[in-house]
């Protein structure tokens, strides 16, 4: 580890953006006002909402070290599709037990600290009466809620599209607050392919439907994940072309937040990880670590506590082992880590398939990745992985209310 770490620190992609960095944060420190007179410039947006200190606290909570979230929000829709891979039928009793299983699994809060649900979900109860938000809690993990409402097509454009879901999201998270969520999810998908894609068109209408959409769970007391995913599909673009994408993406999406004087500090970014087009060879974890760290320091202020990386069509395996290489650019000025579905669902519902006899086999093999995962985040990673090997999974659009 130390040796890749002394590699990756020596890289001219990203040395100087570490030293601009670190020149900014000395010249902005406090020491240059004079003591009696410090001066916190602070928007009446924040300064008015009663949330913000518990907006802040739960921000940092999720994001602290050796910790990520369990992304279970897929649409009914999509978790149907997800049962039916392993001969499961898409009933409410079937999704019921499929996310008990997950939110009861022994220990899992040794590693997760935040949970993402689906509406249903949310609302839910577990065989024994008990609600699954306070099945989290009592695991020292932070319910959360998928608020966006899926994916539309941008007329004009080659297949992009624009995320729905701001009419009546008000008093759809005062709903959820008072369920006990503390935090919200939207995610906004933007194609990636050689030239043409993303448009300005739906850079621009992502971005500002993240950013209205985090000024509206923040109002309402929930910390916004912002998620514009540059999407991993097919195509031969290079790894520096999804690098440049991103990084525009994301600079376009902190200018909206700033316009609706979102708090960065209470909320959660969710992009991806730097990757080619699928048509590419997969990179090795330490050119993917170079070009995401890269972005990220080049993009995202230091203010935002964490940022939790998707794992967007990557192997269980391949999702831990960039996880890992990423921690050889620190210290950065957030957290680095992890904000998996597939990643740490996939192989768990295999070996649960429906059968109450799997039932704790499936429940360990999800502690064992939540912990590779967990030791990956603090660079402790050290193998065998609980699911070795494994393809990636091509992440298509999903149109309409289908969700994630």
Same mark, same amino acid.
């Given at each position: 580890?130390?040796?890749?770490?002394?590699?990756?620190?020596? !890289?001219?992609?990203?040395?100087?953006?570490?030293?601009?960095?670190?020149?900014?944060?000395?010249?902005?420190?406090?020491?240059?006002?004079?003591?009696?007179?410090?001066?916190?410039?602070?928007? !009446?947006?924040?300064?008015?909402?009663?949330?913000?200190?518990?907006? &802040?606290? #739960?921000?940092?909570? /999720?994001?602290?070290?050796?910790?990520? *979230?369990?992304?279970? !929000?897929?649409?009914?829709?999509?978790?149907?599709?997800?049962?039916?891979?392993?001969?499961?039928?898409?009933?409410?009793?079937?999704?019921?037990?499929?996310?008990?299983?997950?939110?009861?699994?022994?220990?899992?809060? +040794?590693?997760?600290?935040?949970?993402?649900?689906?509406?249903?979900?949310?609302?839910?109860?577990?065989?024994?009466?008990?609600?699954?938000?306070?099945?989290?809690?009592?695991?020292?993990?932070?319910?959360? /809620?998928?608020?966006? #409402?899926?994916?539309?097509? /941008?007329?004009?454009?080659?297949?992009?599209?624009? #995320?729905?879901?701001?009419?009546?999201?008000?008093?759809?998270?005062?709903?959820?607050?008072?369920?006990?969520?503390?935090?919200? &999810?939207?995610?906004?998908?933007?194609?990636?392919?050689?030239?043409?894609?993303?448009?300005?068109?739906?850079?621009?209408?992502?971005?500002?439907?993240?950013?209205?959409?985090?000024?509206?769970?923040?109002? +309402?007391?929930?910390?916004?994940?912002?998620?514009?995913?540059?999407?991993?599909?097919?195509?031969?673009?290079? *790894?520096?072309?999804?690098?440049?994408?991103?990084?525009?993406?994301?600079?376009?999406?902190?200018?909206?937040?700033? %316009?609706?004087?979102?708090?960065?500090?209470? /909320?959660?970014?969710?992009?991806?990880?730097?990757?080619?087009?699928?048509?590419?060879?997969?990179?090795?974890?330490?050119?993917?670590?170079?070009?995401?760290?890269?972005?990220?320091?080049?993009?995202?202020?230091?203010?935002?506590?964490?940022?939790?990386?998707?794992?967007?069509?990557?192997?269980? %395996?391949?999702?831990?082992? +960039?996880?890992?290489?990423?921690?050889?650019?620190?210290?950065?000025?957030?957290?680095? #880590?992890?904000?998996?579905?597939?990643?740490?669902?996939?192989?768990?519902?295999?070996?649960?398939?429906?059968?109450?006899?799997?039932?704790?086999?499936?429940?360990?093999?999800?502690?064992?990745?939540? &912990?590779? +995962?967990?030791?990956?985040?603090?660079?402790?990673?050290?193998?065998?992985?609980?699911?070795?090997?494994?393809?990636?999974?091509?992440?298509?659009?999903?149109?309409?209310?289908?969700?994630?």
């Amino acid at each position: 580890m130390s040796v890749l770490k002394n590699q990756l620190w020596g !890289d001219p992609l990203v040395s100087a953006v570490r030293q601009e960095w670190s020149t900014s944060r000395k010249s902005h420190s406090c020491s240059i006002i004079p003591s009696h007179r410090v001066v916190l410039m602070t928007s !009446d947006f924040e300064k008015s909402n009663p949330y913000v200190h518990e907006l &802040k606290k #739960t921000a940092a909570y /999720i994001a602290q070290p050796g910790k990520g *979230i369990l992304a279970s !929000d897929e649409s009914n829709a999509t978790t149907g599709k997800r049962l039916a891979t392993v001969g499961l039928e898409n009933t409410e009793e079937n999704r019921q037990a499929w996310r008990e299983l997950l939110y009861s699994a022994p220990g899992l809060g +040794n590693y997760i600290s935040g949970t993402i649900m689906f509406e249903e979900t949310l609302f839910q109860s577990s065989r024994a009466g008990e609600q699954f938000v306070d099945i989290l809690k009592k695991q020292g993990i932070v319910p959360g /809620i998928k608020v966006d #409402t899926g994916l539309q097509p /941008i007329d004009g454009t080659d297949g992009e599209t624009a #995320t729905q879901g701001l009419d009546g999201l008000a008093d759809r998270c005062k709903r959820y607050y008072e369920q006990g969520a503390r935090f919200a &999810k939207w995610r906004a998908v933007l194609k990636v392919d050689s030239d043409k894609c993303p448009s300005s068109t739906a850079i621009l209408e992502n971005a500002h439907g993240l950013a209205r959409y985090a000024q509206i769970a923040q109002a +309402n007391g929930l910390v916004p994940i912002v998620e514009p995913e540059v999407t991993l599909g097919p195509g031969d673009y290079s *790894i520096e072309r999804t690098a440049y994408v991103s990084e525009k993406v994301n600079s376009h999406v902190f200018r909206l937040l700033n %316009e609706y004087n979102v708090i960065l500090e209470g /909320i959660l970014l969710k992009p991806n990880m730097i990757l080619p087009g699928l048509d590419v060879p997969t990179p090795s974890p330490e050119e993917v670590a170079k070009y995401t760290v890269r972005t990220m320091l080049r993009s995202v202020p230091a203010a935002v506590p964490g940022i939790h990386f998707l794992s967007g069509g990557m192997s269980e %395996e391949e999702a831990t082992l +960039n996880l890992q290489a990423l921690q050889a650019y620190g210290p950065t000025p957030w957290s680095l #880590t992890f904000s998996y579905g597939r990643a740490l669902q996939s192989s768990t519902l295999k070996i649960w398939s429906g059968k109450e006899s799997s039932w704790k086999a499936a429940q360990e093999r999800l502690v064992a990745l939540a &912990k590779a +995962n967990s030791e990956a985040q603090l660079g402790k990673y050290a193998g065998p992985h609980p699911s070795p090997g494994g393809a990636r999974i091509l992440q298509a659009l999903r149109l309409g209310g289908a969700g994630k």
